[in-house]
C-alpha cells in the first residue's frame, strides 16, 4: 500500500541558498521510515517553500516533486558500517576547530540552517564544527533548544539528522569548495532531550576524487554515542 502526503520544505531549513539542508531533507524522509536507522540517498537538491510530496511504502519513503525524485530513503537493515569515536573530544581539541570554522565569506552556505555563520542561534541549530588539522577532527558542543523537540518532547529525528550532517562536511578538510551530500546513513540509538549538554564530531574516511567519505557521532554529557552517520560528499569544483 502506498501513501502520499503533501509536504512543503520552509527556507528556513536551507543549506546552500535555495535548496534544503540535506540532513535535514534526509531526517525528514527517515522519520516516514520509522526505525532507529535508515539509509537515504539524495538524486537532486530539495526546493525550497514549495508543494512536494512524501511517499511511503513497503519499499520505504521517497521525497517527489512532480514526477521528479528528490530523495530515496529505507531502512538500513545492518549495522551501520562505522567505526564511532570511543569519547568525545575535549575542549582544547573543540576550541582549535572552531578556530578553523570558515568565515562568512569563505563558506559554501553561509545561510545554512545547520552551520550558517549569518544565522541567528536562536533559529538555526548554528553549529561550528571547524576542523582541527592536526586531530583530523570537526567539532562543536550543541545545546537543542526547546523549540527542537518532537514527540515524546525528544528532540526531532530530523534536527539530529541535521546535526550529524555539516560536522561530516567540515570533516573532509573543505572550506569554501561547494560540495553536496549524495549519500548519507545514520543509526540514532536514542533523542536527546532539549537542553542536554552534546557533542557533535565529524572526521574524514576516505577521498576517490570527487567523492569524499565522513563520519559524524553526537555524544552525550557521559561520552556515550548516541547517534552517529556515514556521509558521502560529492564536490562541485572543476579540475579533479
Known amino acids: 500500500m502506498t501513501a502520499s502526503d503533501p509536504i512543503i520544505i520552509d527556507s528556513r531549513f536551507r543549506g546552500p541558498d535555495g535548496m534544503g539542508n540535506g540532513g535535514y531533507v534526509s531526517g525528514v524522509v527517515a522519520e516516514a521510515v520509522g526505525g532507529p536507522a535508515a539509509k537515504v540517498r539524495l538524486h537532486a537538491p530539495t526546493p525550497l517553500d514549495r508543494a512536494l510530496q512524501l511517499v511511503r511504502d513497503a519499499s520505504g519513503a521517497r521525497l517527489m516533486d512532480g514526477d521528479r525524485l528528490l530523495v530515496e530513503a529505507e531502512a538500513l537493515g545492518k549495522p551501520l558500517d562505522l567505526d564511532p569515536m570511543p569519547s568525545p573530544p575535549g575542549d582544547e581539541a573543540i576550541a582549535r576547530a572552531k578556530a578553523h570554522f570558515?568565515?562568512?565569506?569563505?563558506?559554501?552556505?553561509?545561510?545554512?540552517?545547520?552551520?550558517?555563520?549569518?544565522?541567528?542561534?536562536?533559529?538555526?541549530?548554528?553549529?561550528?564544527?571547524?576542523?582541527?588539522?592536526?586531530?583530523?577532527?570537526?567539532?562543536?558542543?550543541?545545546?537543542?533548544?526547546?523549540?527542537?523537540?518532537?514527540?515524546?518532547?525528544?528532540?526531532?529525528?530530523?534536527?539530529?539528522?541535521?546535526?550529524?550532517?555539516?560536522?561530516?562536511?567540515?570533516?573532509?578538510?573543505?572550506?569554501?569548495?561547494?560540495?553536496?551530500?549524495?549519500?548519507?546513513?545514520?543509526?540514532?540509538?536514542?533523542?536527546?532531550?532539549?537542553?542536554?549538554?552534546?557533542?557533535?564530531?565529524?572526521?574524514?574516511?576516505?577521498?576517490?576524487?570527487?567523492?569524499?567519505?565522513?563520519?559524524?557521532?553526537?555524544?552525550?554529557?557521559?561520552?556515550?554515542?548516541?547517534?552517529?552517520?556515514?556521509?558521502?560528499?560529492?564536490?562541485?569544483?572543476?579540475?579533479?
Open 102 to 240: 570558515p568565515t562568512a565569506e569563505q563558506h559554501m552556505a553561509p545561510r545554512c540552517f545547520v552551520c550558517g555563520p549569518l544565522r541567528d542561534p536562536e533559529e538555526a541549530l548554528h553549529l561550528i564544527t571547524g576542523h582541527d588539522a592536526a586531530s583530523g577532527l570537526a567539532a562543536d558542543r550543541w545545546v537543542p533548544r526547546g523549540d527542537l523537540g518532537g514527540a515524546n518532547g525528544l528532540v526531532a529525528t530530523r534536527y539530529v539528522w541535521a546535526a550529524l550532517d555539516c560536522p561530516s562536511y567540515f570533516a573532509t578538510g573543505l572550506v569554501d569548495t561547494p560540495a553536496l551530500l549524495a549519500g548519507i546513513a545514520a543509526q540514532v540509538q536514542r533523542r536527546p532531550a532539549p537542553g542536554e549538554a552534546l557533542t557533535v564530531t565529524g572526521w574524514s574516511l576516505e577521498a576517490d576524487g570527487r567523492k569524499l567519505h565522513s563520519g559524524s557521532v553526537i555524544h552525550d554529557e557521559s561520552g556515550h554515542a548516541i547517534a552517529m552517520a556515514r556521509a558521502l560528499w560529492i564536490r562541485m569544483d572543476e579540475g579533479l
